[in-house]
């Protein structure tokens, strides 16, 4: 058995906090409305930053439910597309993306319409922790300057909104021995 300690695990958001961030965006505008369907995805999928940046128009299944996410090593996995991920995404599809030659899901707000990155995700989320009156979250598990240090390094992949209790289980897998994080999920790995 691994010698792994709760107390040690980063700290995720409270429902109060996810649902601060989700409301943080103007949905008033195109770009707001893009901002919300990034959270609610990143919120509820668990995914980073550049996962979300990464998924193209074709990998959403919507008959199926299903969404592709991309991660690190290659690895394609098929998660569960909850109500709440697809209808906000749906919207944004149908009422607020730009009409462009870009394959990505989310796309910039002005000409040239381009994919968004990692880094404007990032950027997007740190820009709703202003909005909602939230510290900025220390990138890759680190103490934020109130915060006490943990007992020990966490694993520089966590990341506090990954945690957030909000996702009610891991990864947001309605059934975590299922889930894609686990051992016995099933990913697609591409050479």
């Not at 597309?81 to 462009?100: F, I, M």
């Not at 910039?108 to 909005?131: E, K």
């Not at 975590?176 to 050479?191: G, I, M, W, Y």
Request: aromatic content about 2%.
């Amino acid at each position: 058995m691994a010698g792994w300690r709760l107390d040690s695990l980063p700290r995720g958001l409270t429902p109060q906090q996810v649902a601060a961030l989700l409301s943080a965006p103007d949905l008033r505008t195109a770009a707001g409305r893009r901002d919300r369907a990034i959270l609610v995805m990143l919120a509820r999928l668990g995914l980073r930053g550049a996962e979300a940046a990464a998924i193209q128009l074709s990998d959403i299944d919507w008959h199926a439910g299903e969404i592709a996410v991309r991660g690190k090593g290659s690895c394609t996995e098929r998660l569960p597309l909850p109500t709440e991920v697809g209808e906000s995404v749906a919207g944004y599809l149908t009422n607020s993306r730009p009409r462009c030659s870009a394959t990505a899901v989310f796309v910039t707000s002005r000409a040239p319409y381009q994919a968004l990155t990692g880094t404007c995700i990032r950027a997007i989320m740190g820009r709703a922790c202003d909005r909602a009156g939230l510290p900025r979250g220390p990138s890759h598990g680190e103490p934020g300057p109130d915060q006490p240090a943990p007992p020990h390094r966490p694993d520089p992949q966590d990341h506090d909104q990954r945690r957030s209790p909000a996702h009610g289980t891991d990864r947001g897998c309605p059934d975590p021995p299922l889930c894609p994080a686990r051992p016995s999920a099933h990913p697609t790995h591409r050479p």
